[in-house]
């Protein structure tokens, strides 16, 4: 940054100190939020450990969505504080109410320790983590945005996007250390709580830092011509002079930037973990890695769009995106597992049944038992994480699955007792994990035949489309809107976009792939928002670059 100061002549803090402050909240309160997401088997095991393997893990990451879904909530309360009290006062809120609700995961009895309650108070706990973030990132872009001079803003903003980066760089590097410390076994049993406590140090630091800062020169302006007669939600939401900038920053950049973002960073992970079954440890290595070398993207791409313009960065990278989705996942599929994907090849699986007696291999609840022919060999493969297609049976025939040339029958579990259905469920299950190894499918990934230099190659094509779209998005919101609603305008959107389609992408992609059977038809959900938004943006999204933040809306 040329700012070199920490304070200018006037008493104000430099524009150094701003950024640095900012970001090292946001940084926080990022990091806060990527330990769960990071963690999530591990805390399926404790807090859904009676409900089995798939749904528990569905269950997690639900709980992970949870957080997101809440988000906007957070959006609209805390961006009304902030376009009528102040930036600082509302994220020192934000930030406080993070850091102790994260301790407060750290701290929380597991299932065996009190039964039901457990998983509860987890998503309370999550519910106060989104909505606590639902206004933290508003508050941070704008205080930097209404400090930065034109020509520097997307680069200057560009430092808050890379904080998402540098969030989950600090989880995954306290995660790893924390794991190599105190071993496998123990970080499984305990040593998972260690991440979530020791974020009440960084909590400390962050207030420490943000209570140095005045408010933004901005508000200060806009105060002292009678700002008070603000109404951010009718003025924001309820007037079509601001209203059709809210549906255009949701449907021309935030549903795409959930879907690319969280594709590239969450949905990737558990494609590697859950499906290709890589090593943890290996994959956090290479999730590691590849963050840092992306970290200076964001903040490159957000100067990029200061020399040629937000909207067409954007563009870039929900093309890219779009084009690399299936090709690059199945690409994937070769470099971390060739094993299974010589065995998709060679032996295909099929699923050969009645369709009226499958069902959507998804329990949120966990009571379903999926007692039927079908569903027991469904729930099967969808454990093994194997891709699978369907094919028609006779009505009321009991169903099959074939691996290459095997054919396994499944059993029909409906009218069972229970012991009577875990015997059978169990039966089925060894024959068709006996079948699958004996036509070469593994049980995780060979570590001697991963290719790591080709799952980083492959993996830093989704990450630059992300941080291609991430590192304008900051200037392009903020320079929406007029400063009397900014904070309340464009926080939704960006909550709605980020939270419910991206917080709840690692969910409804497995839930998808469940369904299909095909380890891939998870990417339409990201696909087919990326798609919607660019065009929106290519036909309406107008840009913003230069615009004079305090005459916006005059």
């Not at 305990?190 to 943000?210: A, N, Y």
Request: glycine fraction near 10%; aromatic fraction near 12%; charge should be neutral.
């Amino acid at each position: 940054m040329t700012d070199t100061t920490t304070q200018d002549d006037a008493g104000e803090p430099g524009l150094r100190t701003v950024v640095a402050a900012s970001a090292a909240g946001t940084a926080f309160e990022w990091y806060d939020f990527f330990i769960f997401g990071s963690l999530t088997a591990v805390i399926a095991s404790h807090f859904y450990a009676d409900v089995g393997e798939a749904t528990g893990y569905i269950l997690a990451l639900l709980t992970f969505g949870v957080g997101f879904v809440v988000r906007p909530l957070g959006a609209l309360v805390f961006g009304w504080f902030g376009d009528r009290t102040g930036r600082k006062k509302t994220f020192l809120v934000t930030i406080t109410l993070m850091g102790v609700a994260t301790v407060g995961i750290g701290l929380l009895p597991d299932y065996e320790a009190i039964g039901i309650a457990a998983p509860i108070l987890l998503i309370v706990l999550r519910i106060l983590q989104g909505f606590a973030l639902g206004g933290e990132y508003g508050g941070a872009v704008i205080y930097v945005a209404e400090h930065s001079p034109a020509p520097k803003r997307g680069y200057l903003t560009g430092w808050i996007q890379t904080t998402a980066a540098l969030g989950l760089i600090g989880a995954l590097t306290v995660i790893l250390t924390t794991r190599a410390i105190v071993g496998e076994t123990a970080f499984n049993e305990w040593g998972w709580r260690i991440p979530f406590v020791l974020s009440i140090f960084l909590l400390i630091v962050s207030l420490w830092i943000r209570l140095k800062l005045n408010e933004s020169p901005a508000f200060r302006k806009m105060e002292a011509e009678g700002g008070a007669r603000r109404a951010p939600f009718r003025e924001s939401f309820l007037t079509w002079k601001n209203g059709k900038f809210v549906l255009l920053a949701l449907f021309g950049i935030m549903i795409a930037q959930g879907a690319v973002w969280y594709c590239g960073y969450f949905y990737s992970r558990f494609f590697m973990e859950r499906v290709l079954k890589v090593e943890v440890a290996t994959v956090d290595m290479i999730m590691l890695a590849l963050t840092l070398v992306s970290a200076f993207l964001y903040v490159f791409f957000g100067w990029l769009s200061d020399r040629i313009g937000r909207k067409p960065v954007m563009l870039f990278g929900m093309i890219l995106a779009l084009v690399a989705f299936f090709p690059g996942f199945q690409a994937l599929t070769r470099a971390a597992n060739p094993a299974l994907a010589e065995a998709q090849a060679s032996a295909p699986v099929s699923v050969i049944a009645d369709p009226a007696t499958c069902a959507l291999q998804f329990d949120p609840v966990g009571k379903t038992a999926f007692a039927s022919s079908c569903d027991i060999a469904k729930t099967v493969l969808s454990n093994a994480g194997v891709s699978y297609v369907n094919v028609a049976a006779e009505p009321g025939s009991v169903a099959a699955v074939r691996i290459g040339e095997t054919t396994i029958a499944s059993v029909e579990g409906v009218g069972l007792s229970p012991d009577e259905l875990k015997t059978a469920k169990a039966g089925v299950e060894t024959g068709i994990k006996g079948a699958l190894t004996a036509a070469g499918y593994p049980d995780k990934a060979d570590p001697d035949r991963i290719d790591l230099p080709m799952i980083f190659a492959i993996l830093m094509v989704f990450i630059v489309a992300a941080t291609a779209l991430y590192g304008p998005q900051a200037a392009a919101l903020v320079e929406l809107f007029p400063t009397r609603v900014r904070y309340t305008a464009m926080s939704l959107p960006y909550h709605v976009g980020t939270g419910w389609v991206g917080g709840l992408l690692p969910a409804a992609s497995f839930a998808l792939v469940a369904w299909s059977g095909n380890i891939y038809f998870g990417l339409w959900y990201a696909a087919a928002f990326t798609a919607l938004a660019a065009v929106v943006a290519l036909l309406f999204l107008p840009e913003t670059r230069g615009r004079d933040l305090e005459t916006i809306g005059d």
